[in-house]
């Protein structure tokens, strides 16, 4: 298998090379060779039809390439006989890999055509390997993504066959699992979208962009068909399919001048609407219906329509009809005969939850001219999302599908908003299935909207009589989690409603002050809703002073206090919020504000001794609170703080946050701050005050910024955009003072002869910073390995915890904050204990590759993508669900590893989750510990077996 290994990195470093005569060249002779590997690799005995169909195939392409000598068994004497070599499918893939980008040549089929249709035959017999299911996903991205490859007519029905066989292999149907995100399946999704990414309609002479949605259309329902009887679980579809789907299908349907695409999409769901002949099936076609009324509200633009969501010129027919079968679904009057009595309850969940993702998917449909109080529809509509949320199966997405409809319906509701409001009450304060963050989507989305609609008077009394229960229930004393969940929910009632006289909110914090304080100082959850109240308070009365400023004068101690004293970042930010709202205060408010500000970054700074002694998130919403504070308009608030001896301090804070710089948010807080500065130097009242602050701390911003170009977090684009944006500013404000302040650093070099440059634009300079960046973080890793050139890791056993500490630091080098979460290594065949030294020995033999980061592709990065890049929420880790940026892009590359890597920085710095290590197996908790100051960091990873 080496000649064919050879052959194909040949092709890659020949392309990587651009020559691009040479290397059309290579790729012809390449196929030439493959035609006589018949010759090394004889054939096994026996008939194929599949060999033999693919011989025909493989004959249409021959004769279409153009100036192809017409050689033995039909033009491709090694594709009958490859067929019956499964073995021979990677270094087939490697090669048709390597070839793919040589597919500009208008000799395409001569070029990739041979093996693009052995790689097709090949893949008939793969069902369950997964490395073979890898190496075909790639070369399908390839394929995908190569213009002449798909514009070849018969290339472009083996590749769209291999698209459809691919995604069928991987589906829901088969044993893997279902991972719509850097999975098996996720990469099918990613190789389908790149097709549509550069498919233009007007110049699809071809109608390749047609065909290929046609063939996605009809394949697409058997091959995500969940199998029935599946002891995986329900709501599948709902958790991770359907809203894939909907990417994908948006991605096809929102290409300009597609207009056919929403009605093929329409067309397919009507056909699956009249196969629901099993509980399976209708939950798929429902599933379905929901990612088609996604796709078709997210390309209105492209189908020039309204997108606003507020009316919306054409009702799609086979959408409403999905909707009617979900009434009937939550009504119980029309469902398929279950064969099992008992598994009523698992089989009816998944169709509910799928009936109110219809629903929420419809929300552009849903308005007060489509469902007029006298329609049926309308009573159908209300009927069947009461009924689902009151379901014993009730689930997040039912209390959504409610909060649509009487959002979108409340002045049609409101004559008979009494019954309306009884049944939410119910379904907010009743015994039901309904969780706590579900009861508070209910209250603000749905019961706000209602009681809206309705005269102060009647507001006032529906309030009391929501509100005295919770008031009873959970009064303002020692808080138990029961207690802060209704604490929550009756600040997201009072904040829900618009009253007719916009003081009736200031009057309502009022009457529950006592809740208010005690929510400040209990933690977060309950802060963040009580200043959630508080700022839709002050926003709906900033243009009555006399008001406001009241409850101003009364808030911000409060505020302050948990900011200090129990460090809350919720109230931090409400801190900034208020300033915002009140644009720095005017005469009465803005020393007020000053006051509270000084205070607060006083108290927070005098505790540290270094940045990473603060959270990042209170870190956070303090430089937060100093960018909203000296924005041009606070005219007032900004001169009191820039004459502050703690401005200085919490600059210089910012700076040295930026030389070891790990957050993307928080460094461009930090920029931002630092950025504020120009903007008050032209000021008669500030001038005096700005420039003694740059003599003190701009030596050290220069340098920060110098380190900042090398930490992994200077390769994130918004970081990059906010350091441009900083420097021209600095620049056009100090001039020659800049110069000289950065002319001792090396970007310097980099950086002044643009700096220096009138016309240069934030763009560009972003653009450059990001190279620079790239090239100051290679020769710093450069320097690292002593001069020698960069070498790709090697895969090694214990690749985790050795590539981790390559790139990582599993040493604590970063901080107090960077600590041990494990006190010793357990081997896996002995019972003997680890000691510090063994654990330095282990860790020294593991660092045997070049550096640098991990190579796409393989299990490292993956694993790293798969667990780092997303979302850290208190609920959980949600997964980057986007478009993968490559490249190429749709498939995971470098820019995703990048992000992912970041994220994982961040997380060995500030963990979001600790589990505690101990001194062995089934060792008592109370015996563990999350830190034994020792400095290592321990990440673990696990394997779970696939389906035989």
Known sequence: MSIYMSIGIYLGEDFGAEKSNRGVATGVAANDWWRDVHRWCPPSTGGSRAGAHGAGRAADVSAAAAHADPPPNNGLVGVPQASHRPELLSPVALLLEAALP???????????????????????????????????????????????????????????DLGMRLMMATGPQSSFEVDVEGGLLGRCFDAWESLASWVDVKTDRNCCGFQAFEKLLQGMPQALQLPEHDGRGRGTWNAQLRPRTAQLLTVWCAVPEAWSRPGQAEQCLGELLKKRTTFVSLEFALSFAAAVAEALAASMDGVGLAANHERIAFTPASLMEALEVGYKVASFWELPQMQDATASSALLQPLEAAVAELIVSMDPWIDVQRYRPESNSFEMLVTCVFQLCRSPHATPAAAEALSVVVSNLAPNLAPMAEGCFGKLKELILGDNQLSSTSREQVAKAALGPLLSELSETVQVRALHSILEPLRVHAPPCEPTPQRISCWRLLFAILAAPTPERPEASLEWLSEHWAWFEVSLMTGDSACEAATTFLETALTRTRGMPACASALLSRALPALANAAILKGSSPALQAVAQLARIFKGGDEHTAPMLALHVLQIAEQLLGKLSKTQDLPPDLFAALLELFVVSLAPRAVRLAPALLGAAVTQAALE???????????????????????????????????????????????????????????????DTEVMSTLAEVLISLRKALGLDFDRSLQPFPVAVELLPMLQDPLLTEEVLAASLLDLAEQLQAEELRGLMGAQKLQRPRPIDCFLVAQTACFCGTRATVGPALRSRGLALEAANTTTAK????????????????????????????????????????????????????PPPGTIGRKDIEVALMGLQEQMAKPHRVTKGGVGYGVDETQKVEDDGKGWIWLAAEMTLGRD
């Open 102 to 160: 040589l597919a500009t040549h208008p000799d395409t089929a001569r070029i990739v055509g041979p093996l693009l249709m052995t790689l097709h035959d090949l893949s008939l017999q793969i069902t369950g390997d997964e490395e073979a299911l890898g190496a075909l996903l790639a070369v399908l991205g390839g394929a995908f993504a190569t213009p002449n490859v798909a514009l070849e007519p018969p290339l472009r029905a083996a590749t769209l």
């Open 653 to 715: 804070q910012a700076a040295q946050l930026l030389e070891e710089a790990v957050n993307p948010k928080l460094s461009c807080w930090a920029l931002l701050f630092i950025g504020r500065l120009p903007l008050w130097l032209p000021k008669e009242e500030t001038q005096q005050s700005v420039r003694r602050l740059l003599e003190q701390t701009l030596p050290k911003i220069c340098l920060a910024f110098q380190r900042l170009l090398a930490q992994p977090v200077a390769k």
């Open 835 to 886: 000691g510090d030294a063994d654990i330095q020995d282990f860790y020294a033999k593991l660092l045997t590759g070049g550096g640098g980061e991990p190579v796409k592709g393989t299990v490292l990065s993956e694993l790293i993508v798969k667990f780092f890049h997303g979302e850290f929420l208190p609920e959980g880790f949600r997964r980057y669900s986007g478009q993968w940026k490559g």
